[in-house]
């Protein structure tokens, strides 16, 4: 939840890189607090997520990360890593997808 603080602190935060590879512990109440973070980054521009085997991520936060990416209105690059996360399925992935297709700027 901190970094998600963090990160709306940050007004002028143009590019953000986060390897949260095998971070087994985050869940989706971390996922959604960046998700907020992001969709407060009004000058984001570029952002890149590798949550490769964040085992306990499911649909509920990647959901609120959609939301996020939607809500990111100078987003215009993209790259997102969710391989081995065993709890996201078919409802997450298509928020998900909702969100990436609803960001004016990708």
């Keep these: 939840a901190a970094l998600g603080k963090g990160i709306e602190a940050a007004k002028s935060l143009a590019s953000l890189h986060l390897k949260f590879k095998w971070c087994r512990e985050l869940g989706d109440v971390g996922m959604a607090a960046l998700g907020r973070g992001i969709q407060a980054a009004k000058s984001l521009a570029s952002l890149d ?31 997102l890593e969710f391989e081995l996360c065993f709890e996201l399925g078919d409802v997450g992935v298509a928020a998900l997808g909702k969100g990436i297709g609803a960001a004016t700027s990708l």
Excluded at 55 to 60: F, R, Y
């Design 49 to 79: 997520l590798d949550l490769e085997e964040c085992t306990k991520l499911g649909d509920v936060g990647v959901a609120a990360l959609g939301r996020g990416i939607e809500a990111a209105k100078s987003l215009g690059s993209l790259d």
